[in-house]
């Protein structure tokens, strides 16, 4: 018994000496552990001493008070996040992504301005700008930007009407929704920047959804009939146009040479009138002589004589045409 009692003291012992050093060990694990704290590239550490903000720390290895005296909360302030509305994204495998059959009805399902429906979803893409008001300004900012940005969502969509929603005015109200939400976002001082608002998908509610189809395969087959018309006008009117414009330079041309050949003739005509009056024997014979000059070579082989005239043989060269003039 007495050597029992020894062998327990002595264990005893050896437990006291050791639990001291595993609790000191323990203890300086638990020290470190809490004090060393990793910030990621894309992040920035904002760290509270007894729940008060303190100090924002940069990425890289810091060292904080241990034991929950300070706490770092990690921000991802280099990270682009978004926001789904209407569907949630539950993968992807490689260019293709999954998504949740669940419906989303009452955050897309919205009112436009002339009191149709329009099924509308969208994605808010944004980065955290300022860590220290993103954690203290606002309360969850993450669903305070939700509630934003449904409300600015309705707000736009509400102004306008069904068409444009569905057609032609999707980027307007995209980048409409951009501006008013970083407005609440500067209001609300949250510490978020936008990057972007997309519409991922906008249609009619499934109750009307054929018969809006129906009216735009009708509004699309109009456009094309349009377009055709206008492709056939801008091929034929230009063409008449360029035709037209030619017949119109040709007349006038034509007229240019008539009246310029006219007035030409007019001035040789009194030209020639004035010097008949001055010389009328020589003005007579010079233009019988050029009258002749221009006709004769054109008769060939014919001979014109005087009545008068005889004795003509001896002067004829029978090899060529000749003529004789009196």
């Known amino acids: 018994m007495?050597?029992?009692?020894?062998?327990t003291k002595k264990i005893e012992a050896w437990i006291k000496k050791y639990l001291l050093r595993l609790v000191l060990g323990l203890f300086l694990l638990i020290g470190i552990t809490t004090a060393v704290?990793?910030?990621?590239?894309?992040?920035?550490?904002?760290?509270?001493?007894?729940?008060?903000?303190?100090r924002t720390l940069d990425p890289g290895m810091n060292f904080i008070a241990p034991?929950?005296?300070?706490?770092?909360?990690k921000i991802p302030v280099q990270r682009q996040l978004k926001q789904e509305f209407g569907f949630r994204t539950e993968g992807r495998s490689g260019s293709h992504s999954t998504y949740s059959e669940q419906s989303?009805?009452?955050?897309?399902?919205?009112?436009?301005?002339?009191?149709?429906?329009?099924?509308?979803?969208?994605?808010?893409?944004?980065?955290?700008?300022?860590s220290y008001q993103y954690l203290f300004k606002v309360r969850n900012a993450d669903k305070t930007l939700r509630d934003m940005a449904e409300?600015?969502?309705?707000?736009?969509?509400?102004?306008?009407?069904?068409?444009?929603?569905?057609?032609?005015?999707?980027?307007?109200?995209?980048?409409?929704v951009e501006r008013l939400l970083q407005q609440m976002c500067e209001e609300?001082?949250?510490?978020?920047?936008?990057?972007?608002?997309?519409?991922?998908?906008?249609?009619?509610?499934?109750?009307?959804k054929p018969?809006?189809?129906?009216?735009?395969?009708?509004?699309?087959?109009?456009?094309?009939?349009?377009?055709?018309?206008?492709?056939?006008?801008?091929?034929?009117?230009?063409?008449?146009?360029?035709?037209?414009?030619?017949?119109i330079q040709l007349a006038e041309a034509y007229y240019l040479n008539r009246v310029n050949r006219a007035k030409g003739e007019a001035d040789r005509f009194t030209s020639l009138y004035e010097a008949y009056i001055k010389a009328p024997e020589v003005t007579k014979k010079r233009i019988y002589l050029e009258t002749m000059e221009t006709v004769?070579?054109?008769?060939?082989?014919?001979?014109?004589?005087?009545?008068?005239?005889?004795?003509?043989?001896?002067?004829l060269n029978l090899g060529t045409p000749t003529t004789v003039a009196p």
């Open 2 to 7: 007495e050597e029992i009692f020894i062998n």
């Open 37 to 54: 704290k990793t910030i990621e590239p894309e992040e920035e550490g904002v760290v509270l001493t007894l729940g008060k903000y303190s």
């Open 67 to 73: 034991f929950g005296i300070e706490k770092m909360y």
């Open 104 to 130: 989303f009805a009452d955050e897309s399902l919205m009112l436009t301005g002339d009191l149709n429906l329009a099924d509308v979803e969208w994605v808010v893409q944004y980065r955290i700008s300022n």
């Open 151 to 176: 409300s600015a969502v309705r707000k736009t969509v509400g102004d306008r009407t069904v068409n444009e929603v569905l057609t032609v005015g999707r980027q307007e109200v995209a980048s409409n």
């Open 188 to 208: 609300y001082e949250n510490g978020i920047r936008i990057d972007q608002v997309v519409l991922q998908d906008v249609n009619p509610p499934e109750t009307v």
């Open 211 to 247: 018969s809006f189809n129906a009216v735009n395969q009708a509004q699309q087959e109009k456009e094309t009939l349009i377009n055709e018309a206008e492709s056939e006008y801008n091929r034929v009117i230009p063409r008449a146009r360029g035709e037209a414009k030619e017949t």
């Open 296 to 315: 004769l070579p054109k008769l060939q082989n014919k001979i014109i004589v005087d009545e008068k005239g005889n004795n003509i043989l001896p002067l």
